[in-house]
């Protein structure tokens, strides 16, 4: 198994460490790094060769997208009047590039040391972080206002990017201007396109192509070919890695079009958006009615329907199922094949860029701390939807038993759960929680 895939691994530990020992102050040039985890798990799984694959993918998203000095965008994309409105160029060029270029390097800045400069996750400080910092080549994103399956809107991104994550290592930049904001949202979803196309043109070779017996994703020396059959089948084969690259495109576009909605409340019902509404409606003339909303979301959060206590706990302190891990991990491990915990199976793929699994936690209630958001509208749709890429599932309604009006009266229940004072923004008040303390938590 000793090829390419781990030859280079082995290789980047060398030069960095030759690059300690000698004292060298040559600075390595930035580059975009290929996805050899994803490259690797088809190898361990379907027995294929991959490193052609793997190298033609990596071209093909070069000459879309350029490098993170001089990124561009696919000329497909920017032809098509809707499409080109999904990235800014002009705050592409802002975001990217070295951070002592005028009017450069925000992504490398404020973003790259945990997110990396590919967007994978694996930053200079990624490791000692918990959670792990997002890998946005899965095209995948938990906090979002949008439905199942659809992208986030630009205003998730910018709203998480100008937040932070409550719980997380993911802070507030308070500095950002509404302009940086904007294009570090144009650099994510920059990312984001790149990376999931590069996997898309490598899923479609694996079940597409007889990688087995010399097919390729596409044969770039034949872009200037004078053999017209074989400048036919670039052709052929840049067409449909631009198909993909609309694909995607669209999916971005249209991500305003999956927004979620949340329904007004029926006006007689209590509904606390903070913690603080919480204790304020459960003194006075309304304690008996939030008393009653409370049992309420107790029985729906306990019982077989919900059955949120499964992961969460009976009470709620994410001491329920633990021992599961988040889609990111799932994709690369049980996706080939292999046990999460199943240490020496996980060698090859650690070896290629992946980060060693960790569990995904269930929240603990009791913190009053949510990653997504912790007013009404956004708690409603993480119960509605579900967690996209991690083990929480959309809810399921059942006519007479669990219905839509009672995603409120579970959402008063997980407020009564709080034991930590509220702030006025309804987070509860405290800080960041210490990595061994956060988990990789939903």
Not at 21 to 31: A, L, Y
């Amino acid at each position: 198994m000793f090829n390419r895939f781990l030859a280079a691994a082995v290789l980047t530990s060398v030069l960095a460490s030759l690059v300690t020992v000698t004292g060298c102050s040559e600075p390595r040039p930035v580059v975009f790094e290929a996805n050899l985890v994803h490259a690797m798990k088809y190898q361990l799984r379907e027995d294929l060769p991959m490193e052609q694959a793997s190298d033609d993918a990596f071209w093909v998203v070069g000459e879309m997208f350029g490098t993170p000095d001089e990124p561009k965008l696919p000329s497909i994309v920017t032809e098509d009047e809707d499409l080109a409105s999904v990235v800014s160029l002009e705050r592409l060029i802002a975001a990217s590039g070295p951070t002592h270029e005028a009017g450069r390097g925000l992504y490398r800045k404020h973003c790259s040391t945990c997110h990396g400069i590919t967007g994978d996750g694996r930053g200079s400080t990624a490791a000692m972080l918990t959670p792990y910092p997002r890998d946005y080549r899965k095209g995948v994103f938990k906090f979002k206002s949008t439905e199942r399956g659809a992208k986030p809107t630009r205003h998730d991104l910018a709203t998480l990017i100008r937040n932070g994550i409550s719980g997380t290592q993911m802070v507030a930049i308070p500095e950002l201007s509404d302009e940086d904001t904007e294009a570090l949202v144009d650099y994510v979803i920059y990312l984001s396109w790149r990376g999931e196309l590069e996997r898309t043109l490598m899923d479609d070779a694996v079940f597409e192509l007889d990688l087995a017996e010399g097919d390729r994703i596409i044969d770039p020396s034949a872009k200037a070919t004078t053999d017209e059959e074989a400048l036919e089948a670039f052709e052929e084969s840049w067409e449909i890695a631009e198909d993909y690259a609309l694909e995607i495109a669209e999916a971005w576009f249209e991500a305003e079009d999956e927004f979620v909605e949340v329904p007004e409340p029926p006006a007689e019902m209590l509904v606390t958006n903070s913690y603080a509404d919480f204790v304020r409606f459960s003194t006075g003339e309304t304690a008996e009615q939030m008393k009653a909303s409370v049992a309420r979301g107790r029985e729906l959060f306990t019982g077989k329907i919900a059955a949120c206590s499964k992961c969460h706990g009976e009470e709620g302190l994410g001491d329920g199922q633990t021992t599961d891990y988040d889609d990111w991990t799932k994709d690369w491990t049980t996706g080939a094949g292999i046990k999460p915990d199943d240490r020496d199976a996980l060698v090859p793929m650690l070896a290629r860029g992946a980060m060693s699994p960790i569990n995904a936690k269930p929240r603990n209630f009791q913190q009053g701390v949510f990653h997504g958001g912790a007013d009404a509208d956004n708690l409603y749709r993480r119960i509605t939807q579900g967690i996209e890429g991690s083990p929480m599932p959309a809810v399921t309604f059942v006519d007479g038993q669990f219905e839509e009006d009672d995603v409120w009266h579970l959402i008063n229940f997980i407020r009564s759960l709080q034991t930590t004072p509220a702030t006025s923004t309804g987070e509860s008040a405290t800080e960041p929680l210490p990595n061994e303390m956060a988990g990789m938590s939903y």
